[in-house]
């Protein structure tokens, strides 16, 4: 299946500061991304979606200005934390889906995901 | 009400057991798809479904939409098949179409 990557995979990161993390589809155009969020045991939550050179839709009770998504082109999407605290620690997982949605190719595929820890 | 339910919520097995897991969803859906999550958090997508049966090596998976189910399963298992494994159903349509999770069926399989 298409492959999409994740950087960093792990990062520590103080309180107060800035963390970027990079979502790539490797071999296909992603016109749509999605960023998710895990807790432990607990199964995913979509944060925002985005779609190619438009601007991100957030799911209820996200920040957009606390968590920036940029989707600048077809392979590269990438989630901004901005003032990061403790509570952001967490698991983000990227995923994308190409075209060919009106085709009925509903394929998603996922990016190994980011552990965040904020100290 | 979870829109997706899965079942068992855990399972434990030995090598060489034929594993069910269960999924249930109570609204229309586009497709669903089975994912698996190991130890240190990376999700593979294993199957996407509109309707009918899918296989891929010792994995089956099958889906009736009338009756909002789909299962897979897992024949002769292996301690590498030790997993978290989720479905997800795809509600909406077009780009505004999102998945929605189930809360995943741990698997143990040991020797």
């Known amino acids: 299946g298409a492959v999409v990557s994740q950087h960093p995979s792990w990062v520590i990161c103080k309180s107060g500061t800035s963390v970027k993390i990079e979502c790539r589809s490797l071999?296909?155009?992603?016109?749509?991304m999605f960023w998710y969020r895990q807790f432990p045991k607990q199964s995913l939550m979509l944060m925002a979606t985005?779609?190619?050179?438009?601007?991100?839709?957030?799911e209820q009770g996200v920040e957009k200005d606390k968590f920036l998504i940029n989707h600048a082109s077809l392979t590269l999407s990438t989630l901004t934390v901005t003032s990061a605290h403790p509570e952001d620690s967490s698991f983000y997982i990227c995923?994308?889906?190409?075209?060919?949605?009106?085709?009925?190719?509903?394929?998603?595929?996922f990016g190994p995901g980011t552990r965040l820890t904020v100290t | 009400k979870n829109e997706v339910e899965q079942s068992p919520q855990n399972l434990t097995a030995q090598e060489g057991e034929f594993i069910t897991i269960n999924c249930s969803y109570s609204?229309?859906?586009?497709?669903l798809h089975w994912l698996q999550q190991h130890p240190g958090g990376g999700i593979v997508s294993l199957f996407m479904?509109?309707?009918g049966k899918k296989k891929h090596g010792r994995l089956i998976a099958t889906i009736n939409i009338q009756e909002k189910h789909s299962s897979l399963h897992i024949t002769a298992s292996h301690p590498r098949d030790s997993a978290v494994y989720i479905c997800?159903?795809?509600?909406?349509?077009?780009?505004?179409?999102?998945?929605?999770f189930g809360t995943g069926t741990r698997l143990q399989v040991t020797l």
């Open positions: 071999d296909f155009q992603a016109t749509t």
């Open positions: 479904l509109s309707s």
């Open positions: 997800a159903v795809l509600l909406g349509v077009g780009t505004a179409s999102k998945l929605t």
């Open positions: 995923s994308a889906r190409g075209g060919g949605w009106d085709r009925g190719n509903y394929e998603q595929y």
């Open positions: 985005s779609n190619e050179g438009s601007k991100a839709t957030y």
């Open positions: 609204v229309g859906i586009s497709a």
